[in-house]
Structures are given as structure tokens and as C-alpha cells.
């Protein structure tokens, strides 16, 4: 009998293996600057005076509010290589038997509101009712541009670089734990008014890192940004590495993480490291320039908290807690796929 594969588990494909397709199956001609890696946010194509920097990536976890997550998820993607989101596409599939004229409507609203606020076109896309699917999913392609000498990629961290992180862990899973176990969490004993903030969050502090991005690029020498996404902090901090060839060491006290993430995560057991955390920003940034960068972002209402620094490949991926010194797991999936 042959040998009977392993099954992949919900979520981002393991790294080893999404490493390993990557160097076999992609492709690039000589106008693509930046191209398919691990920890490289999006591609980045010349053309001629400034780069276009292309990103697609598909909302899957949630249904409720989805337009306003395709947007802001894709263009922080743009944000972090210094870009600035410009055309937003969007493949926009609904479940049959359910979806009706008004339900699509309402994606295309909030597709459309959230694209305003970034001062970002909706210019394209696909839309179909299809069957296999029990809620909607967006797959959306955003779009921006950069002047070449303001590329950023998260492959320009540096060894003794400081590492900033914005706002806390993990804004994006915080709004989906409580939109997609609300009426469980009412039924435990959650106030109402608690769900309700903890829904906010896509709002309050919001899923978008365009301005913080922006702040912390004015303010100083910034070698690198990443977006932790599917993992959350643990696996933005391992790709982030993978892309830069460094280590990290973390300082676990260091790490903030909100309070309602907290309850939340200790309610359902999971790990606030490794739980989708769009929302917050990883900078690497020049030692020299890290307090002047951390004192703009805070002048501008974003926290920013001094976690860690970079460090040698041969140090690895490392966190200082109360256990000591030890290396940071890398979740072989996002924690929050255990209670969808």
C-alpha cells in the first residue's frame, strides 16, 4: 500500500512546503523587482519612473463586515513596502441558496466605503453565486504605487536592529472571536457591551497600518515592515526573519497585548501569539532612530512598544519569558481556526 499523505490543516500552508513550491513553480521576468518568497508582503514590479506594487490575499474567516476586511488586509500590504494603496479588485463568491440581491449589496458597500477612506478606486473584479460554499469569501487584488527609492520589503532587517510593534496583539482576531461566537459568548456571561467593543475592533484601534506605516517612515530609518497575519505575531516574526536571513529575540513582557484579547484567548485557550493579528505592525528599525520613531507613532495616537531586536541567523527565532530563554514556536496553524 503506498504511503498516505498528511492532511493540511486550516490556514497559510506549512513554510517548508510553501518555500519549497515557491522555488520550484515560480516565475518572474526582469521587470519584477521583488517576487514570490516567504515573508515578502507583495510583488513589486518596475515600471519605468516608480514601482508598482501588486498583493491579492482572500478573506475567509468571517462574513460579517467582509468588504471593509478585503480592503483594509490587502492594502496594508502595500503600506508596509512603503507603498500607497491605489486600485482595489475584487472576486467576490456567494453561497447559493443564501446569498440575495441585498446581501451582495452590502459587500459592495462596504467594498466601496472602505476604499474611500483610503482614497483607494474599486475599478474591478468578478462577482458569482457558486456552489461548495457556506458564506461568502472575498479574494481581493489590491494594487498601489511607490518612487523607487522608498521601497521598503521585509528583507531589509538588519542585526542589531530594534523591533517595534504598534497598537497590541491581536486586533483582527479579537473582532472575529467575538463576531463569530457572540451569541456563545453572551451565553457564558460576557456583557453585551464587552462583545460589542471586542467586535469594534476592526474600527477601534482598526485593522489598518497605512498611517503608522507612513509615521514611522518620516520618522527614521526603517529597514523593514511586515503585517503578521495567519499566525499571528509568532509567525510574522518567523517570516520576517526568513525574509531578512537574522534571528529575533522578543521580551514576552514587552509584547502588549489587549485586554479583551486577553479574556477572550484565556476563554477559548488559545495563544494570543499565534492568533491572526492584522492591525498591528512589525517595524524593524535603526537602534539610532527607534526612540524618535516610537515617540512620532505615539504623538500620533498609535502605541508603540519596543519588543525586541535583531540578531544573527545563527541565533534563531528566540523569546525571553518566564520560562527563560527559548526559541519561538512557529504555529503550524493560526490558533484561531481551533474554535471555527
Not at 515560480?26 to 501588486?54: C, E, K, M, Q, W
Not at 451582495?104 to 476604499?115: D, H, P, T, V
Not at 456583557?191 to 514611522?216: W, Y
Not at 517570516?239 to 513582557?253: H, T, W
Amino acid at each position: 500500500m503506498g504511503k498516505t499523505e498528511k492532511k493540511l490543516s486550516a490556514g497559510k500552508l506549512p513554510i517548508k512546503v510553501l518555500e519549497r513550491f515557491l522555488k520550484r513553480y515560480a516565475s518572474a521576468d526582469t521587470r519584477v523587482v521583488v517576487g514570490a518568497a516567504v515573508g515578502l508582503d507583495s510583488a513589486v514590479i518596475d515600471f519605468d519612473d516608480r514601482y508598482l506594487i501588486a498583493k491579492t490575499d482572500p478573506i475567509t474567516f468571517v462574513a460579517e463586515d467582509i468588504g471593509v476586511y478585503a480592503i483594509h488586509i490587502n492594502a496594508n500590504d502595500i503600506a508596509v513596502m512603503g507603498g500607497i494603496p491605489r486600485w482595489f479588485l475584487a472576486t467576490v463568491l456567494l453561497p447559493e441558496g443564501s446569498s440575495t440581491v441585498g446581501s451582495a449589496e452590502r459587500i459592495f458597500s462596504q467594498l466601496s466605503r472602505a476604499c474611500r477612506g483610503l482614497g483607494v478606486s474599486l475599478c474591478g473584479g468578478h462577482t458569482e453565486v457558486t456552489f461548495g460554499i457556506d458564506r461568502p469569501i472575498v479574494i481581493g487584488q489590491m494594487l498601489g504605487e511607490v518612487e523607487k527609492e522608498g521601497l521598503i520589503t521585509s528583507a531589509g532587517a538588519r542585526p542589531g536592529d530594534a523591533i517595534i510593534l504598534t497598537k497590541g496583539v491581536a486586533v483582527e482576531a479579537t473582532s472575529i472571536m467575538a463576531r463569530v461566537k457572540e451569541v456563545e459568548l453572551l451565553k457564558k456571561g460576557f456583557s453585551r457591551r464587552f462583545v460589542s467593543r471586542c467586535k469594534n475592533f476592526l474600527q477601534n484601534p482598526g485593522l489598518s497600518v497605512l498611517k503608522e506605516a507612513q509615521v514611522a517612515i518620516r520618522s527614521g530609518r526603517v529597514r523593514a515592515m511586515h503585517d503578521p497575519t495567519e499566525g499571528g505575531l509568532a509567525s510574522g516574526l518567523h517570516e520576517l526573519a526568513i525574509a531578512s536571513s537574522c534571528g529575533i529575540l522578543v521580551e514576552r513582557e514587552k509584547i502588549p497585548v489587549f485586554p479583551e484579547t486577553k479574556r477572550l484567548c484565556e476563554f477559548f485557550g488559545l495563544d494570543p501569539l499565534g492568533v491572526i493579528a492584522s492591525g498591528s505592525l512589525i517595524i524593524s528599525v535603526d537602534p539610532g532612530d527607534a526612540p524618535r520613531v516610537a515617540r512620532a507613532l505615539e504623538r500620533s495616537g498609535i502605541r508603540a512598544s519596543r519588543i525586541g531586536v535583531v540578531r544573527q541567523k545563527r541565533s534563531g527565532v528566540k523569546i525571553l519569558d518566564e520560562k527563560g530563554l527559548r526559541p519561538l514556536g512557529l504555529p503550524e496553524r493560526d490558533e484561531i481556526t481551533r474554535i471555527l
